[in-house]
Structure formats: structure tokens, C-alpha cells
């Protein structure tokens, strides 16, 4: 075989390997683009159903309570109870409506004057400009207490985070706090003192808000429903609401912004200056459904905000979680007690 001949087979099996390569090579380009579109047409169909859900629930999802004017912007807040009875205000953790406090609330509303609210951007309430630490959310709850006349002294309880906000309020109005009642604050060292499976549970609670809100642009919680937890021990109406909410984009934006105010240390170092709140009434109940190898470490930050008060106490409630310690009928019912024994060391 001369050159020639050589060179004009090499050409041929190189031809039959092009013509034998190019069917497949626009099979997977067909089967990419087919791919493609099903994501443009999943997300453009996504979107659409979180407007038309979204909008909906404007319309049917109807809080209790009334939204007030601050500087603006509405907060919406619920009061119910005897109106001459002891005053105890509400405070939810990051992220959370205040819906998550009805059964503590209803329990209180018996014989106290109870509010809840929702911050500024989440649940019901209107997002408002400027800082979203926990220092502007005490400032604000000082704000729309005074709004709907409560000015006097009342028991304020936390939840979460909503510890946090409340403790930088007994500090910054102590004349307007008879009592504090902390239920499984957040702790501004918690990341620091937790070992790493703590840390993990904290990055776990901070980091999906943003991711959460993206993914309510597309409708994705509204198919494949609210993470459990946030719903747990919620029924009726209240869990409805709830869901509603949970699955909104600008409650997870507001919900992203007080995360990242946690994370860059604009909200911690409100609480590291807090160093005594002298002899004021403040209870502080802890979960503990925790990993045992957790549990030790937890109690310790819970002790060490019991210190913050001469009169301060703790309680574990014993098998509750994060949540459920509000949510959930059974632990709620004692969450209850707790702050209704704390309102009547001053009453």
C-alpha cells in the first residue's frame, strides 16, 4: 500500500467517524435543551404560582390584631385579654411569627393582658428602612407598646432570638420591664462556647433564610410544603397563617437581614454589654431535646443569663425542643405558668 492509498482510508474512517459521532452529538443537544426548557418552564411556572398564591393569600389570610403606624411603616401587633389586667408582651424568634405564640397567648389572655408581634418585614407587618438588629427591634417594641398604651411596667418574654431583643429592651427601658421570661434564648456566645455539632445547629437556624427566600420566588415551599418544625403543634387558623407566611418572599428577605445583623456582630455585642439587670423577677426555661453531648453546654449559656439577675431562676422543661416548647400544647401550658408565677411576684 502505497501513501496514497493509506491517506485515503485514513480520510474515509475518519468520515465515517465524524458521521458516526454527529447524530449523537445532536441527540445530547436536543436532550440538553429539552432539559433546559422543562427548567425554564418549571421556573417560569413556579413564579407564577407564588404570585397567584401570594396574592390569594392577601386576601384570605386575615390576622388577628390590628397593624399600627411606626414611622411610616405598619407592625402589626394582637392584644387580647382584660384590659386592666397585668401586661405581658410576646417577642418571636428569628424568623418566626408570632403566631407561634397562640397557645401561650390564649393560656395568659385568661388573666393578663397579652400581646404578640411581628417585626419589622415579617408575618404581617410592613419591612421598614434602616438597621434590623435586635438593638432596632427593642427600640421599635418600646415604640409600639407605647402606641397601643402599654407604658407601665410588664413582663416580656422571649423566645429564640426574641430573648435576645427582649433583654436589650429590660436594658434599654428598665422602667418599663416588672419581669423577663427567657424560653431557650439565644445566647450571643453561642457559637463560640457550643462544640461543633452546636455550631453546625446554629449555622443550620442562620444560613437557609436567604436560601428559603429564593426559594419562595418559585413557589418551592408551597409544593413541597413548610419545613415541620416551624408548624409544629400548630393548628387551625394559626397554622394556617403560619404556613402562609413561612412560604412569602419579603418575610425570609426581613428574616435573612436579622441573620446577617447576627452573623457580622451587630446584634451579639448588644447582649455582650449587657452585664446585670439587678434584682429584676426573670425566669429562664430551657429545652432540652437536644444531643446529650449538647446538652451540658446549653445549660451553661442558660446559666449564665440566669445570672444576669439577682432574682434570676432557671427551669428545663423537661423533653420539649426548640419549637415545640411554645408550639406545642404540652409544653406550652407550662411556659405559660412560668410567666404568669413571674407577673405575680409583682401584681
Given amino acids: ?19 458516526t459521532n454527529a447524530p449523537r452529538l445532536v441527540a445530547k443537544r436536543r436532550v440538553a435543551v429539552v432539559i433546559l426548557g422543562l427548567l425554564v418552564l418549571v421556573s417560569v411556572g413556579g413564579a407564577l404560582l407564588q404570585v397567584v398564591a401570594a396574592a390569594y393569600d392577601r386576601m384570605t389570610v386575615r390576622p388577628p390584631g390590628n397593624i399600627i403606624n411606626i414611622a411610616g411603616a405598619g407592625l402589626h401587633v394582637y392584644c387580647s385579654g382584660p384590659d386592666d ?18 397557645r401561650v397567648h390564649e393560656d395568659l389572655a385568661q388573666d393578663h ?67 423577663l421570661v427567657l424560653v431557650d434564648s439565644a ?12 455550631r453546625a445547629m446554629v449555622d443550620d437556624i442562620l444560613n437557609p433564610f436567604g436560601i428559603l427566600g429564593l426559594a419562595n420566588r418559585f413557589g418551592i415551599l408551597r409544593v413541597v410544603g413548610v419545613p415541620s418544625p416551624l408548624l409544629d403543634g400548630l393548628d387551625g387558623e394559626a397554622r394556617r397563617r403560619a404556613a402562609a407566611v413561612y412560604s412569602s418572599v419579603p418575610h425570609m428577605r426581613a428574616a435573612a437581614e436579622e441573620a446577617a445583623a447576627w452573623r457580622d456582630g451587630t446584634s451579639t455585642q448588644l447582649g455582650q454589654a449587657i452585664d446585670s439587670f439587678g434584682e429584676m423577677p426573670m425566669t ?16 451553661a449559656l442558660h446559666r449564665d443569663l440566669a445570672r444576669l439577675s439577682s432574682g434570676g431562676r432557671i427551669l428545663v422543661i423537661s423533653g420539649s ?3 415545640g416548647l411554645i408550639q406545642r400544647p404540652e409544653y406550652a401550658t407550662q411556659v405559660a405558668a412560668e410567666i404568669r408565677a413571674l407577673s405575680g411576684t409583682w401584681d
Fill in 284 to 299: 429562664v426555661l430551657v429545652a432540652d431535646d437536644y444531643p446529650d453531648d449538647l446538652v451540658p453546654h446549653w445549660l
Fill in 187 to 198: 445566647h450571643e456566645e453561642m457559637e463560640e462556647r457550643l462544640p461543633p455539632r452546636g
Fill in 113 to 179: 393582658r397579652v400581646c404578640r408581634y411581628d417585626r419589622a418585614g415579617t408575618g404581617h407587618s410592613d419591612p421598614f428602612e434602616g438597621a434590623k438588629d435586635a438593638g432596632a427591634a427593642a427600640d421599635r417594641l418600646a415604640v409600639l407598646s407605647e402606641a397601643i398604651g402599654i407604658e407601665g411596667p410588664m413582663v416580656v418574654a422571649g423566645h429564640s432570638y426574641g430573648g435576645l431583643v427582649a433583654r436589650v429592651f429590660a436594658h434599654r427601658y428598665p422602667e418599663r420591664v416588672a419581669g
Fill in 1 to 19: 500500500m502505497n501513501w496514497l492509498e493509506g491517506s485515503l482510508m485514513s480520510d474515509s474512517q475518519s468520515s465515517r467517524v465524524h458521521r
Fill in 85 to 102: 389586667a397585668s401586661p405581658v408582651f410576646l417577642v418571636t424568634g428569628m424568623g418566626v411569627v408570632s403566631d407561634s405564640w397562640t
Fill in 321 to 323: 425542643d426548640h419549637f
